[in-house]
């Protein structure tokens, strides 16, 4: 019997898939189907499928070409695969010519000629085209519109700012740019807001009551009051309100906060997070620096994610010390916040305008994570124990330092693909509350 082997995503299936499933089958007598999961997409760099793999996997069944449907995991697995199974020819696409060839040490390598005009990267994009605006100028705001190319059926609007930066270029990067807020509304399904935190609560209250939906950095505003209304704005309008923080939306450290759940270092005693830049500024140029972000805006939230999803929002205590660099702004050019539980202990470090090794360490009964600096978009950490032969390392690739997966998740909010809000509207409304705090000036000054 002769065994032939074909692998794919299989997304939307469509009349392209079919035929290669069809003209595979008849290369021989037996065929084994692998789809890929979604785990392994995301790593490879695929992270727009719409449909999870018991879909793909149900969809292709229906076919009833496969013999076998197996789940393609791992990078190399398709030579463990051709030997486990006893694979005789191995085909895809011609889209993949010359990829496979190293496949011939273990089998057949035959590439069938790809069906023009279809493919589900077309058919998803046919069926969802959100057009996003950004309203801001920030480093951020470039990235972001630069990892919107890899979202298929998003594209960008346009960029609101009220005046350009000197040291920015962004504007030039678009299309359309100006200056009036309502023009942008106007012309966008949704708005990325990476504008100043003092105009983000403005920002995204107009663009929900215009009926767009919103993805914001956070913190999302100054007060609790806002962002409470905020909520209740777009819980109303039935409209998508999420926060922009692109380590909550990375594989690496997702994977880490479930590791940390399951008792991999046994019962968490201490988080400690730093996340600090340099800023180029002088702190006594007011006007340039009325524009920056101080070191709890620029890194608070990112610093007290892990904190907030480890262990909660409900600490017995904390105290908050800034130094700050510009009294007349009350811009802090660091701030340190300690936590303590009833059972452990957290602490942040944050700094724009002090630099510290921007490291994650969560400690346990049992062993600890070490993340490396910088812990906000690593690919790699380490799990710990005494016993150093013990130690557990983890790597899994990080697309667009998690921007693009972020923008994948507001996308599948909006078209309702998963309901699944990865920063939870407590740790939202706890990002805003410490910063209310710092804006009132209610931290220990050093
Ligand atoms: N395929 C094909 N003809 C098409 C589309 C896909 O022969 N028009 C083949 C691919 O070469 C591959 C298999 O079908 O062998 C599964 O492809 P997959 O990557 O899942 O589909 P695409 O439509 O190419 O998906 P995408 O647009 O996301 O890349």
Request: net charge negative; glycine share 6%.
């Amino acid at each position: 019997m002769k065994k032939v082997i074909t692998y794919g995503t299989y997304d939307c299936l469509h009349y392209g898939h079919i035929r290669l499933l069809e003209r595979a089958k008849a290369l021989g007598d037996y065929l084994i189907v692998g789809v890929t999961s979604d785990a392994y997409d995301k790593e490879r760099g695929k992270i727009n499928g719409t449909q999870s793999v018991l879909e793909r996997v149900e969809a292709v069944r229906k076919t009833g070409l496969a013999d076998l449907i197996i789940i393609e995991e791992y990078e190399g697995q398709k030579i463990d695969d051709i030997i486990k199974y006893g694979v005789d020819i191995f085909t895809v696409g011609s889209d993949w010519v010359g990829k496979f060839d190293y496949l011939n040490d273990y089998c057949k390598v035959v590439y069938l000629d790809r069906t023009v005009g279809v493919s589900s990267t077309d058919i998803r994009s046919e069926s969802k085209s959100i057009r996003i605006g950004i309203v801001g100028e920030s480093t951020l705001t470039s990235k972001f519109r630069n990892e919107c190319r890899y979202v298929n059926g998003v594209t960008v609007s346009g960029l609101c700012y009220e005046d350009v930066l000197e040291d920015k270029i962004t504007a030039k990067e678009f299309d359309f740019v100006t200056s009036d807020y309502n023009e942008l509304l106007d012309r966008s399904d949704a708005i990325y807001v990476v504008s100043h935190p003092k105009t983000r609560y403005s920002h995204t209250k107009l663009a929900l009551l215009a009926g767009k939906h919103v993805i914001c950095q956070s913190p999302i505003s100054e007060n609790v009051t806002e962002i409470e209304e905020l909520f209740r704005i777009a819980d109303e309008e039935g409209l998508v309100l999420m926060d922009s923080i692109k380590t909550a939306y990375s594989l690496a450290y997702q994977r880490l906060i479930l590791l940390m759940k399951t008792g991999n270092i046994g019962d968490i005693v201490s988080v400690d997070a730093t996340c600090t830049s340099i800023l180029k500024y002088d702190l006594s140029d007011v006007n340039v620096l009325r524009k920056r972000w101080g070191s709890y805006n620029a890194w608070g939230p990112t610093a007290l994610l892990p904190v907030l999803q480890l262990l909660g929002n409900n600490p017995c205590d904390f105290n908050i010390v800034s130094k700050i660099g510009n009294e007349e702004l009350n811009f802090d050019i660091f701030t340190k916040i300690d936590f303590t539980y009833s059972n452990a202990v957290a602490s942040i470090k944050v700094g724009n305008g002090v630099k510290s090794e921007g490291e994650l360490i969560i400690s346990g009964t049992k062993g600890y994570a070490y993340i490396p600096a910088p812990w906000w978009k690593t690919e790699y950490f380490e799990i710990r124990y005494e016993d150093t032969r013990e130690v557990k390392k983890f790597y899994f690739k990080i697309d667009g330092e998690g921007i693009r997966y972020e923008i994948v998740a507001f996308i599948d909010l909006i078209s309702s693909v998963s309901n699944l809000l990865y920063v939870s509207r407590d740790i939202s409304r706890d990002f805003v509350k410490y910063s209310e705090l710092i804006n009132k000036k209610m931290f220990k000054k050093i």
